[in-house]
C-alpha cells in the first residue's frame, strides 16, 4: 500500500479542490482562498499562487517577518458518482511567506508554505506525516490520469468492473447481493491496484491488487487486462 506521506504528497500535486486557512481571514469566501495553482518544492515546502489582491497574500504581505499560521486543505472527490463520494482529506500544516518575483504571470503573487507537519485521513485510514517523510515521498506515478482512467473504466468497462465481484469467493458475493441488486463503481486507482465500491446489501470497497505496482499508463493496461482476465474465468 502507498505509505501516508506518499498519499498526502500525491493529494498535494493532484487537481483535487483545496482551500488555505489563514488566521485573519475567516470571513473571506472560500473561492478566494483556493490557490490558482500547487507544487512542491525540493525542501518540502508547498508553493501556492494567488491573485494578488486575495485576502491570503494580503495576509501573508501584512505579516512580513512573523511567522503566520496557516492550513491547507485538500478535499478528494471521486471522479464518479458513487455513495458517500469523499474519498479523503489532507491537511498541510505550516508558515505563509510572500515570495516576490516568482509569480510568472502579472497580478499574481506565490505563497510559501514550509511545513510544520502534514495529516491524511482517507481510504487508507487515518495518518499523521512528518516534514521529512513529506519531502522524500514520491508522487503516485498515476495521479495525473486518475480521473480520466476511472471515468473510462466506468463508462466503457463498467461490465467488466462489475465481472470483479466473481473474484470475492462465496461470502464477498453474498454481501454485494446478486448481480441484479449490486453495482460495482471503479473508485480509485494507484499503482499497487484498483479499488472497486460495491453497492448491494451493503455498501463497502474491494482493493484488487496489481502483480506489481505500475509505472505509467501503459504498464496499467497491461494489469487491468490481466485483472479483467482473472476475473472471466
Known amino acids: 500500500m502507498p505509505s501516508a506521506a506518499e498519499r498526502t504528497r500525491t493529494l498535494v500535486q493532484s487537481t483535487c479542490s483545496a482551500v488555505l486557512l ?4 475567516e ?6 482562498l483556493s490557490p490558482q495553482a500547487r507544487a512542491v518544492g525540493t525542501d518540502g515546502e ?21 511567522e503566520l499560521p496557516a492550513v491547507l486543505e485538500i478535499t478528494d472527490v471521486a471522479p464518479v458518482a458513487v455513495p458517500n463520494r469523499i474519498r479523503g482529506r489532507a491537511w498541510v500544516t505550516g508558515w505563509l511567506t510572500c515570495v516576490p518575483g516568482l509569480a510568472t504571470e ?14 491524511v485521513d482517507d481510504l487508507w485510514g487515518a495518518a499523521h506525516v512528518e516534514p521529512e517523510a513529506f519531502t522524500g515521498a514520491s508522487v503516485d506515478p498515476l495521479v495525473a490520469h486518475e480521473t480520466e482512467l476511472l471515468q473510462h473504466l466506468h463508462s466503457a468497462h463498467s461490465e467488466q ?3 470483479l465481484g466473481s473474484l470475492l469467493g462465496e461470502s464477498g458475493g453474498d454481501e454485494a447481493g446478486t448481480e441484479e441488486e449490486q453495482r460495482a463503481v471503479p473508485l480509485a486507482l494507484d499503482r499497487f491496484g ?11 470497497d474491494v482493493r484488487f491488487d496489481f502483480p506489481t505496482p505500475v509505472r505509467d499508463v501503459t ?5 487491468m487486462h490481466t485483472l479483467f482476465e482473472a476475473a472471466s474465468y
Open 106 to 119: 502579472p497580478g499574481f503573487m506565490m505563497l510559501r508554505l514550509e511545513l510544520k507537519e502534514a495529516n
Open 46 to 66: 508547498v508553493f501556492l499562487l494567488f491573485p494578488a489582491d486575495s485576502p491570503a497574500v494580503r495576509a501573508a504581505t501584512h505579516a512580513q517577518d512573523d
Open 219 to 223: 504498464e496499467l493496461r497491461r494489469a
Open 22 to 25: 489563514v488566521s485573519g481571514v
Open 161 to 163: 468492473v462489475q465481472a
Open 27 to 32: 470571513g473571506a469566501r472560500p473561492e478566494q
Open 194 to 204: 484498483l479499488r472497486v465500491r460495491f453497492t448491494g446489501k451493503r455498501t463497502f
